[in-house]
């Protein structure tokens, strides 16, 4: 492998509360090289948003700790750096781009003095010299008339120009890293796909590194080179993009995958959601974690948990953490395609098809009305 | 699937069918005309003077069939919740007709309205917010059935347990209070709660956007199956484009305070007439990297103005791509252009 910016090596993050030792993220390893674009996908309380906290050092120390394992960012590890160190490198190299842009922006300084506070401590900029920094960078992520708006304050912008400051925030120190936590999660589809375009821009023009935490697989498909699937505070299923979505092993995944309507599905098939609930980190399972939602389960998997290991007739860098899909399991050719989990569904649906009309022709559209 | 009947183009009268959205009185449940909303803006202490209002709804047509689900989409502010509200008289409209059924509900008085609410519930968007803590699920589903009165006593209990095994829940859960449940089964006590009338008519207002992916699935689900058990009729108001087509026979797409294009879930979505549902179309991700490189997006620029001073003419004009002169001038009339297919653009085409 080429030189990774930032390889994280079975980070442990522990919640200790009232009620027992909440294990958040529980042994996860991955790194990122420059440049490039990883996704990290699963629902709330799967431990991801605590894992990039995690690595700016930003968990609530108490009630959280990082119990074990290694940050190695740029060669150093951020985990054995003192406090001034972390502040050294907290929004100068690794930023963070939060979720509600409504609530991480401080209401009551203006959009420059936001933007310039990290210009004028990292980068030892003077005053004006920031101002003319912050204008320029409100320009680069596209606000209008950046000059006059420089001094506004955040409530006089809406949801997604204050997304976009916080991506200049981000951008602000040249940073080599960014993080940004479900960033069009609390926008409107239309601005998230002009948020999601502007961050594909910046991460193509400046080479940053890009860490993707969301929900949404249809965000992580068109965004990313990599996918991480988190589940229950551990990596489940990694792969490159397009052969997660091509070939999907896990049946977690294909549970993701399966019970959320696509926008171009063909007909109106009948969801396959996922029974039960999200593990308890408190007590999870005892074997694997998805264990006692999965229909492929058998009997090690409540057991023995399974490790992350590369999956037979694959990519070489597709791994999961599955019994089913490790050599000679019962998951390993198992096409997902196939396995809607009912089959009268399927016959349901081509039955249907043999019914439909045909398509009709772009042509029969009347053309717009003359005369209003 | 409305996909036959082509249409005529060459004929005048038919593109200028006017903006009647009721074809067929008698089939319709739910009938609104020309429904307006303004929440006034005052401004002094003593002597409140209005000095503007916001528009949430600002005169739309509209009508919903028996057992159907008609989806409501649009932009947050778009005033898709204050529509489900004003339907349900929860909100006293500004102008407009409401008719539910045949019957004008504007003009009701407290008693008759309360006597119609039976017939019409609303689930809420948000299972934390929407359910008293400080009662036990047993009494949030039991208040409707004293309220309207119903049921009492050991009747009581008996339909409240049903109504849970009905949602999924185990009918012993009675005696338990909102905070023990996840997100998805609260929503499942708000959909039982909504059942206990026995309504026909559900304003279902972002039941899911609160919920976790896998668990969206399962409400869905509930949903629909809940509707052909008992021939339920929806209105299904979300931003989620892809669930709005999963569960919607047809499908309304709101800006600004207006419905600028209705039509069936197949037309919509294959052939959409107005340029904002096919930005609100092509703005949404797809999970599949495949086709997500391969699609062409069109990406709106700016945000979307205020209710308070909406644009002159067409609304969408500061931000459609298409547009003329006369777009800032006129406000497109709302036209069937194809059969059961209006939208409302001076330019429409695919």
Redesign the interface.
Known sequence: MAQQLLEVTDLHTQFFTRDGVVRAVDGVTFEVAAGETLGIVGESGCGKSVTALSLMRLIPVPPGKIVKGSIMFDGADVLKMDDDEVRGIRGNNIAMIFQDPMTSLNPVLTISRQISEALELHLKMDKSEARKRTIELLDLVGIPSAKKRVDDYPHQFSGGMRQRVMIAMALSCNPKLILADEPTTALDVTIQAQILDLLKNLAREFRTAFILITHDLGVVAGMTQRIHVMYGGKIVEKADTAELFANPKMPYTWGLLRSIPRLDERRKAKLVPIEGLPPDLIAPPPGCRFEPRCQYRREICREKEPELEHIPNSKPDHEARCWGTQQGGWLVDTDWHKEVGDTRVIEEIKQEVAQLPPEPKPGDVPPPPTAI | ?A??T????AD?DY??VRSTATIDSGKNLLDVKALKMHFPLTQGIIFQRQVGAVRAVDGIDFFVEKSETLGLVG??GCGKSTTGRAILQLYKPTAGEVKFDGVELTRLGGEDMRKMRRRMQMIFQDPYASLNPRMTVGNIIGEPLEVHNLARGKEKTERVQELLRVVGLNPYFTNRYPHEF?G?QRQRIGIARALAVEPEFIVCDEPISAL???????V??LL?ELQDRFKLTYLFIA?D???V???SDRVAVMYLGKIVELADRVDL?E?P?HPYSQ???????????????KRK?I??????PSPVNPPSGCRFHTRCWKAQQICSE?D??F?E??PRHWAAC?????
Do not use: C, W
């Open positions: 699937m996909l036959n082509p249409t005529k183009p005048p593109v200028r932009e947050s996840s998805g976790d992916v896998s668990i969206q699935a399962q869905i689900n629909e931003h484009l892809s669930v087509r999963h569960i979505y052939r007439l930005a609100l179309l092509s703005a949404v991700p797809i999970p599949d990297p495949a086709v997500e490189s997006r990406i709106l620029t700016g945000d979307v006129v497109p009339e036209i252009h194809e001076h330019f429409p085409g695919v």
